[in-house]
Antibody
Framework: QVHLQESGPGLVKPAETLSLTCNVSGLFITDGYYWGWVRQPPGKGLEWIGSFHHERGTFYNPSLKSRVTISKDSSANQFFLIFGSVAATDTAVYYC?????????????WGQGILVTVAS | SYELTQPPSVSVSPRQTANITCSGQRLGRQFISWYRQLPGQSPVLLIYHDDQRPTGISERFSGSRSETTATLTISETQTVDDGDYYCQCWGANADGVFGPGTTVSVL
């Protein structure tokens, strides 16, 4: 059974860069599937950030694409979210996720989420 | 990207059927997923590829769709079905936009 765990700072200053790590166990990120990030501001809805497949490329939410990079370290079975020039509106719980099958199948596996607050 | 529309709330009596809609002008042939989220918890996938249930999801949850509207149906509702329900649509550019969410109350 796959397990995803987010880690990173809980507080980031405005205009700085947010970096999060998703540690994956129980499956290799090179075994197929799409892996990605979803966020949820406090009291609000879900927002898809982006996802990747180790062979088919990386896909981003068009509204966030200019500030977001998703990368991976296959040897460590981890993937990362790099979010630049953050503002208070980027305060959210960030989840790492894994698809059921293909990109359009939605996300069956979720991490517990990590709350990131953007404040000075 | 595009926007999806969901009713803000749906109320239903126990053992009745709840229908939650997700509409979008460009749903077209794009696949729909449905999730439920309880307070303080990660979302749970209920339906993918419009009408497929993942392993372990109750048969009381079913999905259907037309050209512009997808529907999540919860049959024989129970108080444990309370929560926030989100649809997700996968666009032509593989971007997975979420609907705004529907709060279901089984009263």
């Amino acid at each position: 059974q796959v397990h995803l765990q987010e880690s990173g700072p809980g507080l980031v200053k405005p205009a700085e860069t947010l970096s999060l790590t998703c540690n994956v166990s129980g499956l290799f990120i090179t075994d197929g599937y799409y892996w990605g990030w979803v966020r949820q501001p406090p009291g609000k809805g879900l927002e898809w950030i982006g996802s990747f497949h180790h062979e088919r490329g990386t896909f981003y939410n068009p509204s966030l694409k200019s500030r977001v990079t998703i990368s991976k370290d296959s040897s460590a079975n981890q993937f990362f979210l790099i979010f630049g020039s953050v503002a208070a509106t980027d305060t959210a719980v960030y989840y790492c996720v894994k698809s059921v099958v293909d990109q359009s199948s939605g996300y069956f596996d979720w991490g517990q989420g990590i709350l990131v607050t953007v404040a000075s | 990207s595009y926007e999806l529309t969901q009713p803000p709330s749906v109320s239903v009596s126990p053992r009745q059927t709840a229908n939650i809609t997700c509409s979008g002008q460009r749903l077209g042939r794009q696949f729909i997923s449905w999730y439920r989220q309880l307070p303080g918890q990660s979302p749970v996938l209920l339906i993918y590829h419009d009408d497929q249930r993942p392993t372990g999801i109750s048969e009381r949850f079913s999905g259907s769709r037309s050209e512009t509207t997808a529907t999540l149906t919860i049959s024989e509702t129970q108080t444990v079905d309370d929560g926030d329900y989100y649809c997700q649509c996968w666009g032509a550019n593989a971007d997975g936009v979420f609907g705004p969410g529907t709060t279901v109350s089984v009263l």
